[in-house]
């Protein structure tokens, strides 16, 4: 969770329950290939559904809301639950020129080859932009939406940056804010993007509904190209095997053409 530009960790139980007083030292992170990652927080080992959807509700519950003129409960953060998928699956083996080549010296099979997939989700609940003047916020509720607008206005900085179609911005600004920043890889890096909006059906809200609809519409500018996530290992036996294919046609060709 993002609550006035601090990280805090809503699995810690051990946390302040005032908002006010909440420190963290939970610290961002760059790896040598671009990823961004983050130290000091929970993380849990999930082998269901059921236990995936339990975290989900254990950190909604602790999220930070409170009572505006527009909301009940309106939230006053923006929180990220981060998903980590890891796959091993069975290598697929090239048709090979001769079945013999599968087989050992002794006549046996070799052993099944794996590789290993990887992917990260990032699923953003965004608190709603605030006109003060509307919400009729005060004293900490006032800087709770100030902090909440300066994240959006960030992130649709990032969000115009990465869409520009004529290529003429080449500096993005992910670092000028920490949700953009904690976002970065999943905005402009080997990601998909997609943003869901949530509006008013009513009248009285239809300039802040024509406003999330034009905000959210810059993010269908982002194009990224986006390749699967091997470990190493298997990218390289993936290219030995597609080296071996290749050789094996050639080979074909020439005895047929030697024939």
């Known amino acids: 969770m993002l609550y006035n530009e601090e990280i805090l960790d809503l699995f ?3 946390r302040d329950p005032d908002t006010r007083h909440r420190r963290s030292n939970i610290k961002i992170h760059e790896d040598a290939n671009g990823g961004i990652y983050t130290t000091g927080v929970t993380s849990r080992l999930i082998h269901s559904q059921e236990e995936l959807i339990q975290c989900l509700k254990q950190g909604a519950l602790s999220r930070t809301t409170a009572s505006t003129q527009m909301n009940v409960q309106s939230s006053r953060s923006h929180a990220i639950f981060t998903i980590h998928l890891c796959q091993m699956r069975v290598c697929t083996q090239p048709d090979l020129v001769n079945e013999a080549m599968t087989r050992l010296p002794d006549g046996t099979p070799p052993s099944s080859e794996y590789e290993t997939l990887t992917a990260k989700f990032h699923f953003v609940d965004l608190a709603g932009s605030e006109r003060l003047k ?7 509720r006032a800087k709770e939406g100030i902090s ?3 994240g959006l206005l960030a992130l649709g900085n990032v969000i115009s940056a990465l869409g520009d179609q ?3 911005v ?3 600004p992910y670092r000028d804010s920490k949700l953009t920043r904690l976002l970065q890889d999943s905005l402009g890096g080997n990601s998909q993007t997609i943003m869901i909006a949530c509006v008013s059906p ?4 239809f300039m802040e509904t024509l406003n999330t609809l034009k905000y959210a519409n810059r993010a269908r500018n ?3 190209k986006v ?3 091997q470990d190493k290992t298997s990218q390289q036996i993936s290219a030995l095997r597609a080296e071996i294919a290749r050789l094996q046609m050639e080979l074909m060709e020439y005895k047929a053409n030697r024939w």
């Open 12 to 14: 810690d139980s051990t």
């Open 134 to 140: 509307r919400t009729g916020a005060t004293g900490e």
């Open 148 to 150: 909440i607008n300066c």
């Open 166 to 168: 004529s290529k003429k």
């Open 170 to 172: 080449v500096h993005v």
């Open 202 to 205: 009513s009248d009285r809200d």
């Open 222 to 224: 982002i194009k990224n």
């Open 227 to 229: 390749v699967v996530n």
